[in-house]
């Protein structure tokens, strides 16, 4: 296809937005009357924001067939980070989510006395901190090059969670029996995680998507990841939310077929480092809320 004729400088910015909005939910519905319903707009302009980021991209994103939309490849290809910009642009406007030094930071909060913060920390955070359990993983991870049953990851195994990512989303496969997960809710609760998929966070889409992202790029570079999370959760059905705080490692691992599987390292901190919260949540924690691990 030729190259675009349209120069991003012209483009009306609030435009461009909307022109993304119609382009996702064209290609969630597959097809125009519902994506014109939904978005509450008309199918000339639908179609015509669609034939604008076609000649902005210089490619073709929905080929239409037995007057049926579908995505071609390069419309495939360009949804996930359409997806990401809406989320992340309306999040931005609502001063939701911002970078911290360069790390991803975001913060949720419903009036209610629940929140959600989750900030992005630097990898040297594992040889900062007080956890011997994250330092172990890495090591055993670097030293099997990710392979999950190699001899060496059984050091680590009973303190982690595994994830598959599967049509239905991400999927627990295994839940350690001493996992920080293990210890919150109880090793019977915790057991009944294994083939749920996560969760759909009840504070929207946008949200649920930013909080993808840490998995997906582990997922996409097959590397590591470290995230401090301050949030509030329940220990029991029905339970009273309380304080939780946690340092979370993400390592992209591999299943003896070459499959990819997301191994979760989660370990109490020793301070809050999420940008503007004090240390009151941490400091009223549940006390049992230990990962008893020693370095081998």
Not at 29 to 55: K, Y
Not at 83 to 110: A, C
Not at 138 to 147: F, K, N, S, V
Request: with cysteine.
């Amino acid at each position: 296809m030729n190259a675009p004729v349209t120069e991003f400088r012209d483009m009306n910015q609030p435009l461009l937005f909307e022109m993304i909005r119609s382009f996702t939910t064209l290609a969630r519905t597959l097809n125009l009357s519902h994506a014109v319903a939904e978005l509450q707009s008309t199918r000339q302009t639908v179609r015509r924001h669609i034939s604008q980021l076609e000649e902005l991209r210089g490619e073709r994103l929905f080929d239409v067939i037995n007057r049926r939309y579908e995505l071609t490849p390069e419309g495939e290809a360009a949804l996930p980070s359409a997806l990401s910009l809406l989320g992340h642009g309306r999040l931005w406007l609502r001063g939701q989510i911002k970078d911290v030094d360069g790390l991803m930071g975001m913060s949720y909060e419903d009036g209610k006395g629940w929140y959600y913060y989750q900030q992005q920390l630097p990898i040297n955070t594992a040889w900062s901190n007080s956890s011997a359990l994250m330092r172990t993983a890495i090591r055993c991870w670097a030293e099997t090059d990710g392979a999950l049953e190699h001899p060496k990851m059984n050091a680590i195994r009973p303190y982690v969670l595994i994830y598959r990512d599967t049509a239905a989303g991400w999927i627990c496969t295994e839940v350690g029996e001493r996992s920080f997960y293990s210890k919150w809710w109880g090793w019977a609760n915790a057991r009944s995680s294994v083939g749920r998929s996560l969760d759909q966070f009840p504070f929207g889409p946008e949200l649920a998507r930013v909080m993808d992202v840490p998995l997906r790029e582990v997922q996409t570079t097959h590397g590591m990841r470290i995230d401090q999370v301050v949030t509030r959760v329940p220990r029991t059905s029905g339970g009273e939310p309380e304080h939780l705080v946690f340092d979370r490692l993400l390592l992209g691992c591999q299943m003896p077929d070459g499959s990819f599987a997301l191994m979760v390292i989660v370990d109490r901190p020793d301070v809050i480092r999420v940008n503007g919260l004090d240390q009151s949540a941490l400091e009223e924690m549940a006390e049992d809320v230990y990962i008893n691990f020693s370095n081998i």
